[in-house]
């Protein structure tokens, strides 16, 4: 089986491991908790903001935060708070703008995995030992690895400014009456009981029309997962038996029996289309090993 060291799966990323005294780099994990929110004031616009919220971040640090998150600090769950050692990052990398030093990539990621193994939190770094795994693969004279499985490809973000509106002033005394009629709630014309209760019904069931979606992506990639699983296991010569990821359910069909299609029809709003079962002509046969 395969195996390697720290070092080669930094090298497979592209760093180097560092011994930790070296002053022109810097690391969030230098404190036992995550640092106070209240420090990351300058990381915000003027206003009444939320420190440790993603809102309101000015505009480099909204486009570094996802970035963080997207790279080098990937997370699951709520990603409208900066919580965990991304707030550190976010805080050293303001501190140590202009000055020259970077970050210790290798530092960050061993403290991660860590906490992955020890405080039982999501692993979410699983591209990463891919990538090393392909790697030392093909080193080993086993050929290329990413030919006898198939891949799912992700569309890349595109990390644009946002367009958001500024925070809340600051509450003041001197207000004037103009000012506070210019706050007040002004509702559009054609805001009836009726006109409101229909927009929300509309926002629920498309809102349900995407879970139903995203359930079947979820459905289809562990099918997928499973059938890479054995494709290598079949590669090292461990017997496996093959099961129902061979054949996957087309979408259209799998929303038809778990999307509630008559809700839509009967109120009248856009939802899943409705199609028939489709026959086993229709159905495409499911690729073999060798495809």
Same mark, same amino acid.
């Given at each position: 089986?395969?195996?390697?060291?720290?070092?080669?799966?930094?090298?497979?990323?592209?760093?180097?491991?560092?011994?930790?005294?070296?002053?022109?780099?810097?690391?969030?994990?230098?404190?036992?908790?995550?640092? $106070?929110?209240?420090?990351?004031? =300058?990381?915000?616009? !003027?206003?009444?903001?939320?420190?440790? &919220?993603?809102? /309101?971040? @000015?505009?480099?640090?909204?486009?570094?935060?996802?970035?963080?998150?997207?790279?080098?600090?990937?997370?699951?769950?709520?990603?409208?708070?900066?919580?965990?050692?991304?707030?550190?990052?976010?805080?050293?990398?303001?501190?140590?703008?202009?000055?020259?030093?970077?970050?210790?990539?290798?530092?960050?990621?061993?403290?991660?995995?860590?906490?992955?193994?020890?405080?039982?939190?999501?692993?979410?770094?699983?591209?990463?030992?891919?990538?090393?795994?392909?790697?030392?693969?093909?080193?080993?004279?086993?050929?290329?690895?990413?030919?006898?499985?198939?891949?799912?490809?992700?569309?890349?973000?595109?990390?644009?400014?946002?367009?958001?509106?500024?925070?809340?002033?600051?509450?003041?005394? $001197?207000?004037?009456?103009?000012? =506070?009629?210019?706050? !007040?709630?002004?509702?559009?014309?054609? &805001?009836?009981? /009726?006109? @409101?209760?229909?927009?929300?019904?509309?926002?629920?069931?498309?809102?349900?029309?995407?879970?139903?979606?995203?359930?079947?992506?979820?459905?289809?990639?562990?099918?997928?997962?499973?059938?890479?699983?054995?494709?290598?296991?079949?590669?090292?010569?461990?017997?496996?038996?093959?099961?129902?990821?061979?054949?996957?359910?087309?979408?259209?069909?799998?929303?038809?029996?778990?999307?509630?299609?008559?809700?839509?029809?009967?109120?009248?709003?856009?939802?899943?289309?409705?199609?028939?079962?489709?026959?086993?002509?229709?159905?495409?046969?499911?690729?073999?090993?060798?495809?």
């Amino acid at each position: 089986m395969l195996h390697g060291t720290w070092d080669q799966f930094a090298a497979c990323l592209g760093y180097l491991v560092l011994s930790g005294n070296e002053e022109e780099y810097f690391r969030a994990h230098y404190t036992p908790k995550p640092i $106070d929110k209240a420090l990351f004031a =300058d990381l915000y616009l !003027e206003g009444e903001v939320v420190y440790g &919220s993603q809102k /309101f971040l @000015r505009p480099v640090y909204d486009i570094l935060l996802r970035i963080y998150r997207e790279v080098l600090n990937p997370k699951v769950g709520c990603v409208d708070q900066i919580y965990g050692y991304l707030g550190n990052l976010l805080y050293l990398t303001h501190q140590n703008r202009d000055t020259g030093r970077q970050l210790d990539v290798m530092d960050f990621l061993w403290n991660e995995f860590w906490s992955c193994i020890i405080s039982r939190k999501a692993p979410v770094f699983a591209p990463y030992f891919m990538f090393c795994i392909c790697s030392r693969w093909e080193n080993a004279g086993y050929g290329k690895l990413t030919d006898d499985v198939t891949l799912l490809p992700h569309k890349p973000n595109d990390l644009k400014v946002k367009n958001h509106s500024l925070p809340p002033r600051l509450p003041r005394d $001197d207000y004037s009456a103009e000012e =506070d009629s210019d706050m !007040e709630y002004v509702p559009p014309a054609d &805001s009836g009981w /009726f006109a @409101r209760i229909e927009a929300k019904l509309a926002k629920m069931f498309c809102l349900k029309s995407d879970i139903n979606r995203r359930q079947y992506q979820a459905h289809r990639e562990r099918k997928m997962g499973r059938r890479n699983t054995k494709l290598i296991m079949r590669k090292l010569d461990i017997p496996v038996e093959s099961g129902s990821e061979e054949v996957i359910t087309p979408e259209e069909e799998w929303l038809s029996k778990h999307g509630n299609v008559t809700e839509f029809e009967q109120l009248g709003l856009p939802g899943p289309s409705r199609r028939q079962r489709p026959t086993s002509d229709e159905v495409e046969p499911a690729e073999s090993e060798d495809n």
